[in-house]
């Protein structure tokens, strides 16, 4: 039996515009690339787009379909900062559903996208779920009849997902049955195993050890995010202790105070053999 072809996709963040544009992307490296984010209205669940937001997404478009070699472009919907109140009410009415719909697919037509991706972080009842499963049947259902209509290829439809079928902060489960069916695949978010939620009095992966008793604690450089990039210059810059560690498959470096984990070349291979094994 064959297999399909590897997706190899990567969110690309509109903040990056300037500091690193579509242009700058090597997509010999990729197969799809992500728009993240656009956020519906929360007042009419469509998308209101700028015009300044427009032409970063007909740029996003137009410049990697014409990379060599080209990638196909998705938008991503929602993401950690926005919460997930506007995609549970939004979810919770087949009338609401069916208009986010239409907007989300003419703005991937008008914008010259491949697909969509939607990043609900994350629905937190059962009811939540189920009402997840219909949005993605509806949906799915909504691409192949306008596919059909207008004789054109159809939009992929994708979703970033928490780890496991189980959220397991809040118990419910994701509604694997409808994702299976009408989803092109998923984008697992393969992170935040532990934190502060699992112990509140210690210090929460993979933050480094410390006596709580003495010790103030920041979240260090880059307010706690940085890019690789950003962690290359650091380690460089203060001559930064780096560590493989291949029990947890990880990297992280450390000067004085300041510790950081990250994935660099090394643990990224690493963990896309696991994933092919």
């Given at each position: ?35 993240a ?20 997404l ?80 509806e ?6 009849y ?121 643990t ?10």
């Amino acid at each position: 039996m064959a297999f399909p072809a590897p997706v190899k996709a990567a969110y690309w963040p509109s903040r990056a515009t300037t500091s690193f544009p579509p242009s700058a992307i090597d997509t010999s490296l990729f197969t799809h690339i992500y728009y993240a984010f656009l956020v519906p209205s929360d007042a009419t669940y469509t998308f209101e787009i700028s015009t300044a937001t427009a032409e970063v997404l007909s740029n996003f478009t137009n410049t990697l379909h014409q990379q060599n070699p080209p990638v196909k472009t998705l938008f991503a919907i929602g993401g950690a900062d926005a919460g997930s109140s506007v995609f549970s009410r939004m979810a919770s009415d087949a009338n609401s559903r069916g208009v986010f719909i239409k907007s989300a697919i003419e703005v991937a037509r008008k914008y010259g996208f491949d697909g969509m991706d939607l990043d609900w972080e994350f629905p937190d009842t059962q009811e939540g779920m189920d009402n997840l499963g219909k949005l993605f049947m509806e949906w799915r259902a909504a691409i192949k009849y306008e596919a059909e209509s207008t004789r054109r290829a159809p939009l992929l439809l994708t979703a970033a997902v928490y780890f496991s079928v189980d959220i397991l902060f809040n118990g419910v489960k994701y509604p694997a049955g409808s994702m299976d069916q009408n989803l092109d695949w998923v984008c697992a978010m393969c992170y935040d195993y532990h934190g502060p939620w699992d112990h509140p009095s210690k210090t929460g992966a993979p933050a480094a050890l410390y006596d709580d008793s003495t010790t103030a604690v920041s979240v260090g450089p880059g307010n706690g995010v940085l890019t690789l990039a950003e962690v290359k210059a650091f380690n460089k810059d203060n001559g930064a202790k780096v560590v493989h560690d291949m029990e947890t498959v990880s990297t992280y470096s450390y000067f004085q105070s300041t510790w950081i984990g990250y994935d660099d070349a090394i643990t990224t291979t690493l963990k896309i053999g696991f994933a092919q094994a």
